[in-house]
């Protein structure tokens, strides 16, 4: 599976952006799948996540009531709705997948995902 990621820019603090995770080689159904971002200095760290069913998601404490992610499998693609962002919100976001026994299962470690995209960069100025 290789994944794309876009959706990047810059915006101003209470801006918004939609990331978007296409991915190729095979369909993504059933698989699950992670936002993460990493800003300079800090650790890769769990954004969002999906199951392979689309029917649960999840937030880091960070981003819950601002990002919203979603899926659409017929397209084979991943979205990350970002609203009222903040200057902490920049970083490089990469989309992560990986197939799960269980489409109801969300993973939230970096390691746990088998395929990453190349990192997108959203800047956010206060």
């Known amino acids: 599976v290789q994944l794309q990621a876009s959706g990047g820019g810059l915006v101003q603090a209470g801006g918004s952006l939609r990331l978007s995770c296409a991915a190729s080689g095979r369909t993504f159904r059933g698989y699950a799948i992670g936002w993460f971002r990493q800003a300079p200095g800090k650790e890769r760290e769990f954004v969002a996540g999906i199951s392979g069913s689309g029917v649960f998601t999840y937030y880091a404490d960070s981003v819950k009531g601002r990002y919203t992610i979603s899926r659409d499998n017929g397209m084979n693609t991943v979205y990350l709705q970002m609203n009222s962002l903040k200057a902490e919100d920049t970083a490089v976001y990469y989309c992560?997948?990986?197939?799960?026994?269980?489409?109801?299962?969300?993973?939230?470690?970096?390691?746990?995902?088998?395929?990453w995209g190349q990192g997108t960069l959203v800047t956010v100025s206060s």
């Open positions: 992560a997948t990986v197939k799960t026994e269980s489409r109801s299962t969300i993973l939230r470690s970096p390691p746990n995902y088998d395929y």
